[in-house]
T-cell receptor
Framework: AQSVTQLDSQVPVFEEAPVELRCNYSSSVSVYLFWYVQYPNQGLQLLLKYLSGSTLVESINGFEAEFNKSQTSFHLRKPSVHISDTAEYFC????????????FGSGTKLNVKP | NAGVTQTPKFRVLKTGQSMTLLCAQDMNHEYMYWYRQDPGMGLRLIHYSVGEGTTAKGEVPDGYNVSRLKKQNFLLGLESAAPSQTSVYFCAIAAGRYTGELFFGEGSRLTVL
């Protein structure tokens, strides 16, 4: 079975500073990897995903994540954050041939300060 | 969250009462899921369905039942609510095995007193 660890429960950062949200997973098989974002009182929305191919994936709002198989990591980064990025971010993993199940990390709350 | 509608959005129950949460989708997707979200624990899978008439247990199925009589609807039932079931419940859907994306509803906040 897969598991996902998000090492930081909260990350405070000033506006326009860079940020990295860490995600590590455990799995003995190949995986699909995802980052979801949850704004207050809303459901989760897909931010970006890695299924195959290039290990660096990007979102439309400036976030990127890199799949590192040897480190079993999928860290999320943004070079310059905005107030509007304040939200909770969840890393998730699923196995390509067991798509019935997604496993989510415990979440990281990103708090962007002016 | 377009395409996935959860009702009700909020509900307060007393211990021992029963209720049903409804998830309705208009995207014709095969896979449907019920998750619960608790602070510091991320999302945990309760039950899921891979098609009309099928259901299966997830990580935390105890105390819940589900049904998927129609492809577009996935019902989550609590037969005898307990305070430990106080949570935010999310329905999610997926198009299929290789698309790699879950679409979530806006959530249903349940409080059991």
């Amino acid at each position: 079975a897969q598991s996902v660890t998000q090492l930081d429960s909260q990350v405070p950062v000033f506006e326009e500073a860079p940020v990295e949200l860490r995600c590590n997973y455990s799995s003995s098989v190949s995986v699909y990897l995802f980052w979801y974002v949850q704004y207050p009182n809303q459901g989760l929305q897909l931010l970006l995903k890695y299924l195959s191919g290039s290990t660096l994936v990007e979102s439309i709002n400036g976030f990127e994540a890199e799949f590192n198989k040897s480190q079993t990591s999928f860290h999320l980064r943004k070079p310059s954050v905005h107030i509007s990025d304040t939200a909770e971010y969840f890393c998730a993993v699923s196995a390509p041939y067991n798509f019935n199940k997604f496993y989510f990390g415990s979440g990281t709350k990103l708090n962007v300060k002016p | 969250n377009a395409g996935v509608t959860q009702t009700p959005k909020f509900r307060v129950l007393k211990t021992g009462q029963s209720m049903t949460l409804l998830c309705a989708q208009d995207m014709n997707h095969e896979y449907m899921y019920w998750y619960r979200q608790d602070p510091g624990m991320g999302l945990r899978l309760i039950h899921y369905s891979v098609g009309e008439g099928t259901t299966a247990k997830g990580e935390v199925p105890d105390g819940y039942n589900v049904s998927r009589l129609k492809k577009q609807n996935f019902l989550l039932g609590l037969e005898s609510a307990a305070p430990s079931q106080t949570s935010v419940y999310f329905c999610a859907i997926a198009a299929g095995r290789y698309t790699g994306e879950l679409f979530f509803g806006e959530g249903s906040r349940l409080t059991v007193l």
